[in-house]
């Protein structure tokens, strides 16, 4: 078991490497076989939906490594967690992508939602609620992630201009950080 367990995180790191360094589009099961010298059923064995599956594997991995990224940040308030969020997109952006901007099966906002992607929300929420004030904390950082990941999109895609990324940044931790006064 131990071994199949090796082999699947093997095929998803080799994936992840590889998207980094050429996106998604270079990732394909025949690429990563001849990467990681294994055949392309013993790729199907593990993850009988293709290139598909292994991207939502990694997926769930990002989403662990930004829950933890964010849980280390929260104690420096809206101001620690944008700035660890968007450090953690832009270090990987792959990966970011495929969290949250390629298609994908997974569930958001869901009873059917991973834990992982639940405890993921739970950390953006744990700073967002301090300073709800009456609103709906859950709606507050839903609105407070939907603006993170749209600047996050809107840089990458050069659609706004460079010399304004701090200021925005900025706008977002004071909005949300006054959000109760």
């Known amino acids: 078991m131990r071994d199949r367990t090796e082999r699947g995180q093997r095929i998803v790191s080799a994936a992840r490497e ?3 360094a050429e996106g998604w589009d270079a990732v394909t099961t025949r ?4 990467l990681i010298e294994y055949s392309q059923p013993v790729l199907y064995s593990h993850f009988p939906g293709g290139k598909d599956a292994i991207m939502t594997a990694a997926a769930l991995e990002g989403f662990a490594e930004l829950a933890a990224t964010l849980a ?3 104690d420096s308030g809206v101001a620690g967690v944008t700035a660890a969020y968007v450090a953690f ?3 990987r952006p792959a990966l970011y992508d495929a969290m949250f901007t390629l298609a ?3 569930p958001f906002a869901r009873d059917e939602t991973p834990d992982v992607m639940k405890a993921c929300f739970a950390e953006l ?3 967002i609620e ?7 904390a859950g709606t507050l950082t839903e609105v407070f992630w939907s603006t993170l990941h749209g600047l996050i999109t809107l840089d990458r895609g050069h659609r706004l201009s460079p010399e304004h990324r701090d200021e925005r940044l900025a706008l977002v931790v004071t909005r949300f950080g006054a959000a109760a006064r």
Do not use: T
């Open 18 to 20: 590889l998207a980094e």
């Open 31 to 34: 690429r990563l076989a001849a």
């Open 72 to 74: 280390r940040a929260n």
């Open 89 to 91: 997109a832009e270090a």
């Open 104 to 106: 994908s099966e997974l």
């Open 125 to 127: 929420l744990a700073v």
């Open 130 to 136: 301090p300073v709800a004030a009456g609103q709906d």
